[in-house]
């Protein structure tokens, strides 16, 4: 079946600092992407998503670029802001199952 | 994307009691998810539901404990029967708002605390 492995947390960097959360997954067929982030005391949005291979999705100086090869999803920033706290997922849908598959989640703290 | 809101946005329940939470999204959608959020934990779905059948529930979920109406293309609710502490989670539905984009949007959630 479907799963998503992703870098455990915490992550905890000073502001204007670079962000890398690992995300792999593995899924039969040719799934589609997603980081959701969840600020704190809110719901799930999406940050961005990719659905085929080599795409980059990319959203509020977020970026994660859809790797088949080595079956990643990595989330980067390149200078991260005390608003970007909050927790990040990884997740997959599709291939063989129409249900979105998520993982554990990584909690980020970024310090003034 | 869609609006997604939900009721209530938190309650203190006590054990055994029962609590409904509604789900409503500002247009028409096929496929509607309700998941579960436990402390510290990632999403578990529980069930889909889709208007005019029954709700299609995961492992370790049942109808009895988690009973699942959609009246509607707009409107769905979840109900939690006999709470216990176990249940105190926060419960999110989501909504495929796009067809054959496979993206999911979250409605805002509810905290539950059960004493």
């Known amino acids: 079946g479907n799963s998503v492995t992703q870098m455990e947390g915490p992550v905890t960097l000073s502001e204007e600092a670079f962000l890398t959360i690992n995300c792999t997954y593995t899924?039969?067929?040719?799934?589609?992407l997603f980081w959701y982030v969840q600020y704190p005391g809110e719901g799930l949005q999406l940050l961005l998503k990719?659905?085929?291979?080599?795409d980059k999705g990319s959203n509020k100086g977020f970026e994660a670029t859809y790797r088949k090869e080595t079956t990643s999803f990595h989330l980067e920033k390149g200078s991260v802001q005390v608003s970007d706290s909050a927790v990040y997922f990884c997740?997959?849908?599709?291939?063989?199952?129409?249900?979105?598959?998520f993982g554990k989640g990584t909690l980020l703290t970024v310090n003034p | 994307s869609a609006v997604i809101s939900q009721k209530p946005s938190r309650d203190i329940c006590q054990r055994g009691t029962s609590l409904t939470i509604q789900c409503q999204v500002d247009?028409?959608?096929?496929?509607m998810f309700w998941y579960r959020q436990q402390p510290g934990q990632s999403l578990t779905l529980i069930a889909t539901?889709?208007?005019?059948?029954?709700?299609?529930?995961e492992s370790g979920f049942v109808i009895d404990k988690f009973p699942i109406s959609r009246p509607n293309l707009t409107f769905s609710t979840l109900t939690v029967s006999n709470m216990s502490p176990e249940d105190s989670s926060i419960y999110l539905c989501?909504?495929?708002?796009?067809?054959?984009?496979?993206?999911?949007?979250f409605g805002p959630g509810t905290r539950l605390l059960v004493l």
């Open positions: 899924a039969t067929g040719y799934p589609s």
């Open positions: 990719a659905t085929k291979a080599d």
């Open positions: 989501s909504v495929d708002r796009e067809p054959n984009t496979e993206t999911q949007y």
């Open positions: 247009s028409q959608v096929t496929m």
């Open positions: 997740a997959l849908r599709g291939g063989s199952n129409y249900k979105l598959t």
């Open positions: 539901a889709n208007q005019g059948s029954e709700a299609t529930y």
